[in-house]
């Protein structure tokens, strides 16, 4: 090509493209003054574009020209009565057209469609017709009538083009199979064509369901299923489904070799074309001996007193699949501690045992007493408690937190009992009658029973210090929550004495002069039981001398004198032999079981009479040693 044929075919290219730039130009401006209704100057545009000769915007031009003649049409007053044209064509995606009514001042126009509506607007119809979605044509007449004529005009709204889509066009399924649905978006009927024996196909309005079943074949498989219109017009969905897994099994899937090492053989099932070893460790040789065995050797082992275990992989190539391979210790001539303890990594429990309570009482008075007030107010109404024993049995659950480290959870009932024996001469005054009273020395012997039973829930941190494989020691450590089920506390004893006289009462009050100069004597046996987690107690008074019947003392606190909930911690040591094991722990109540509305009232007063002296600041805390025998499900 010389020079002047480039420059030739650039002017038709530069032409070209100026003349399309242009033409858009006009149609845009053309809009702008159609929008604005500026009908003059958008028909000169419109015009300008169709000489402009341009394909893309000469149809729509052309059209717009003619809307415009329509709605500029002048309507001839002088003119019989009639209308500017008696047929109105508007495509299937609706629109409006117009038409003038010539002729007479006074015109009515109607209508009986719901699909098209009209507007009367100065001589002119506006008919505006919503979209076709069918196939058909559709049509209707609108009546336009003036005085005692009347013309029709014969709307026609396009058919729509044949519409058949679908929402997919490529599925895949898995090999396990499953069912997918398809939206199909037409307004032709429409049926399912070429389906594959392992597609079933359930067809509903405007959608199909595809539901393939499971392959079983390590090949993949695909298909075509073709959707077509009674027009010819097909949708073609592409069908996928993954290879199913191959069949690979094996005779054995543990092995389990001696110190020494040895031989094992194993068979192979498969379906596959062939398959190889994965990976295998260093201490074992494979051999394939034929087209489904393997026979797989292991070396002694080291003496080191560890395990070995590792896995020996087979893969076809879709699939691989483990055996597992473990090689017991050879130990050294010099028998060394393993580094672990055997046994399931989760385990379960039981124990019992011997329970020794160490009752630890304490008050910021002058003295420490029981919730029994015997009317001293000084140390010789001191408490001590003894003679404590019980049992204590439990299940736990024993856990593997990281290598020797264990958690230990459990719930344990606990049973126990105590004693404080109260012993010491008490000045009594007990009131007769109005004039006189009984005063005198009292000898008193009263022995008070305890018997305690609690709920108890340990948390403990648990180390293992192992000794051999089957034996360790375990050195525990955590919080305890107790919850009192119940506690008594008996009272028995009696009061006497052999030397009371009647005194003189003086406006209420015991005067030091006589009433008469006999010697009276005093005997009774009390016996009583306060509910240490309630607010009621019941106690008896029966005398064995005079006339006195059984006097009933009963009695209701503000408060009760224990707190049922309770924390603490425990400190132990345990031996364990092949799940056997023996213990001994400590437990160390942290929290204060008195409840302090009994302790600093009168407490349970059995004299009728209360100390000069209140005791404040009482701290009572249950502590307890127990010795334990137990079982852990660990092998």
């Known amino acids: 090509m010389n020079k002047k044929q480039l420059l030739y075919l650039l002017m038709i290219i530069f032409s070209s493209q100026m003349t399309a730039q242009t033409c858009r130009e006009l149609y845009l401006q053309a809009n702008s003054y159609f929008k604005s209704g500026n009908y003059n100057e958008a028909k000169k545009y419109y015009q300008k574009v169709v000489a402009c000769g341009d394909k893309m915007y000469l149809l729509d031009a052309e059209a717009r020209i003619n809307t415009i003649n329509e709605i500029t049409y002048k309507a001839n007053k002088t003119a019989p ?48 017709s919503k979209e076709n979605t069918e196939l058909n044509d559709r049509t209707t007449k609108i009546q336009v009538t003036s005085g005692m004529q009347f013309r029709t005009i014969v709307v026609t709204n396009e058919g729509a083009p044949e519409i058949l889509r679908s929402s997919v066009e490529n599925i895949m399924f898995p090999s396990e199979g499953e069912t997918n649905t398809v939206d199909i978006f037409a307004n032709t009927n429409w049926e399912i064509k070429d ?67 040895g031989d094992e053989y194993i068979k192979v099932y498969t379906d596959a074309e062939d398959w190889k070893f994965g990976d295998f460790p260093h201490w074992c040789q494979l051999t394939r001996i034929s087209n489904d065995s393997i026979k797989i050797h292991c070396a002694p082992n080291a003496p080191i007193n560890e ?22 210790p050879r130990p050294m001539i010099v028998q060394m501690p393993d580094l672990g303890i055997g046994g399931r990594p989760l385990s379960f429990g039981i124990t019992a045992g011997y329970l020794f309570p160490m009752i630890s009482a304490s008050s910021g008075g002058n003295f420490t007493g029981s919730p029994v007030n015997y009317a001293l107010g000084n140390n010789k109404e001191e408490v001590s408690y003894s003679s404590g024993s019980g049992f204590v049995i439990g299940a736990h659950a024993d856990i593997r937190l990281y290598k020797n480290f264990y958690l230990i959870a459990g719930i344990n009932y606990l049973h126990y009992s105590y004693e ?58 955590g919080p305890v929550i107790n919850y009192g089920l119940s506690a008594k506390m008996k009272l028995s004893g009696n009061t006497d004495s052999e030397t009371m006289h009647r005194y003189k009462v003086d406006g209420h ?43 009933k003392k009963d009695n ?12 603490g911690a425990r400190i132990g040591v345990t031996y364990e032999y092949s799940g056997i094991s023996l213990g001994l722990e400590y437990n160390y109540m942290l929290t204060n079981l008195a409840n302090k ?39």
């Open 81 to 128: 009565f009639g209308l500017s044209k008696n047929e109105v064509i508007i495509p299937y995606q609706g629109g409006d057209a117009v038409v003038t009514v010539n002729g007479g001042s006074s015109w009515k126009v109607s209508i009986n469609s719901d699909w098209c509506t009209i507007r009367k607007s100065g001589s002119q119809i506006i008919i505006s």
């Open 195 to 261: 389906i594959p024996e392992w597609i079933s196909v359930n067809k509903e309005t405007g959608k199909v369901e595809l539901t393939a079943l499971a392959n079983n074949q390590n090949v993949a498989r695909k298909a075509n299923v073709r959707i077509e219109s009674p027009s010819n017009s097909v949708i073609i969905i592409n069908i996928f489904q993954g290879a199913g897994e191959e069949k690979l099994l094996f005779s054995k899937n543990e092995l389990k070799f001696g110190p020494n090492g």
């Open 307 to 328: 395990m070995r275990e590792a896995s020996i992989n087979v893969t076809t190539g879709l699939q691989t699949l483990g055996i597992n391979v473990s090689q017991e």
């Open 420 to 477: 404080n024996e109260y012993q010491s001469d008490v000045n009594r005054v007990m009131p007769q009658t109005s004039k006189y009273a009984l005063v005198g020395n009292t000898q008193n012997k009263y022995l008070e029973e305890y018997t305690i039973n609690t709920l108890e829930i340990p948390v403990l941190a648990s180390y293992r210090l192992p000794i051999n494989k089957k034996s360790h020691m375990q050195f525990n450590l």
């Open 509 to 551: 009050q015991v005067t030091n002069e006589r009433y008469d100069g006999y010697n009276y004597s005093m005997h009774y046996t009390g016996n009583g039981e306060l509910d240490l987690y309630g607010k009621n107690v019941s106690f008896y008074e029966t005398y064995s001398e005079g006339n006195n019947a059984d006097i």
């Open 556 to 567: 209701t606190f503000e408060a009760s004198p224990y707190k049922r909930l309770q924390f």
């Open 597 to 635: 509305k009994f302790w600093e009232g009168d407490r349970w007063t059995v004299f009728d009479q209360t100390a000069n002296t209140i005791m404040s600041g009482y701290k009572q805390r249950n502590n307890y040693l127990s010795v334990k025998l137990g079982y852990t499900f660990r092998y």
